[in-house]
Nanobody, 119 residues
């Protein structure tokens, strides 16, 4: 079992920045990969970014060059620095962890944090 506590969402104007954090506790093996998905109203959940314990990263095409994922292995915490935010980034952002990248979608999920970007 893994517990995830997200923080850092909110309202920001287009072009602004936000930083999301997610602290995980529980099975360390299940935290090999930590990441973020998001879901906007009426849209499917999509991968934002993911990072392995060895710091290999993977980004969704829509956020490449604007978002940066990082993690502190000692704290079992993953961060998502979001810059140059656009209204289309508005969504609920979910922290998730899994043993592998392929399993991330099916892993443990947080409750989500809302990000609203105004135009």
């Amino acid at each position: 079992q893994v517990q995830l506590v997200e923080s850092g969402g909110g309202l920001v104007q287009a072009g602004g920045s936000l930083r999301l954090s997610c602290a995980a506790s529980g099975s360390i093996f299940s935290m090999n990969v930590m990441g973020w998905y998001r879901q906007a109203p009426g849209k499917e959940r999509e991968l934002v970014a993911a990072i392995t314990r060895g710091l290999f990263t993977n980004y969704g095409d829509s956020v490449k060059g604007r978002f940066t994922i990082s993690r502190d292995n000692a704290k079992n915490t993953v961060y998502l620095q979001m810059n140059s935010l656009k209204p289309e980034d508005t969504a609920v952002y979910y922290c998730c962890v899994a043993a592998t990248m392929a399993l991330l979608r099916f892993g443990s999920w947080g409750q989500g944090t809302q990000v609203n970007v105004s135009s």
